[in-house]
């Protein structure tokens, strides 16, 4: 939710982006629903194979999977799972720009997972399968990239800029935004019969600063957790 109230949501099989009010009226949709942009990506693969197949970058959207906003107003969309593209549009959702492209140099990617963009008008954008997260400013200029992660699907910052970036790989890092790490921690304590994390995919912090972790347990898993698709972590 934004500070005025809007919620946006990337809604990735009908590859649209959507903006409602908290009282769920909507007010925007970016892009046509049921209708992808041509990449190659194909379908009914495991998820290594569907991103091999993403064979050139193209026009919003192929499953996008975040939205951020920047302090001018302008919407910034991850475009990943079927795309390897970053787009920008103005607030009244004229696209302005986009860049990425399928690969592993500065400014490609290996699935955009989610976007956050910082106080400075930075874009950060986990590039999960490259497992790496990059930094770009608003015209999409390779700013930095943070490489000690792995399969990083989330980006958030409190209130102090304190980095909390959710993993795949069954953890949660914590960083400085300096990127000094403070604290990783996961399954160390915890048994493979009972893990304290099965597939962590999304990460936030309230005004407490207690932490919430949501996951895609059965999806990447395959586990019903139930109840502890989202846990929370109460600061100390």
Known sequence: ????????????????????????????????????????????????????????????????????????????????????????????????????????????????????????DRVWIPDRENHRVQIFDTDGNFLDEWIDLWRPTHVYMDKYETVYISELSRRISIFTIDGELLARWGNEAHSMEDPLFVGPHVICVDSRGDLYVGEVATTFGKVDRGTRTIQKFERK
């Open 1 to 120: 939710m934004t500070p005025e109230g809007y919620i946006w949501l990337a809604d990735d099989d009908s590859h649209l982006i959507y903006k409602f009010t908290k009282e769920g009226r909507l007010l925007m949709t970016l892009g046509t629903a049921g209708q992808k942009s041509d990449t190659g990506h194909r379908d009914g693969l495991d998820i290594f194979e569907k991103l091999s197949s993403i064979k050139r970058a193209a026009e919003p959207f192929n499953l996008p999977t975040g939205i951020a906003l920047s302090s001018t107003g302008d919407i910034f969309v991850s475009d990943g799972y079927g795309n390897a593209r970053v787009h920008r549009f103005n607030r009244d959702g004229e696209l302005i720009l986009s860049w990425g492209e399928p690969g592993a140099g500065k400014g490609q990617f290996r699935l955009p997972h989610n976007i956050w963009i910082d106080r400075q």
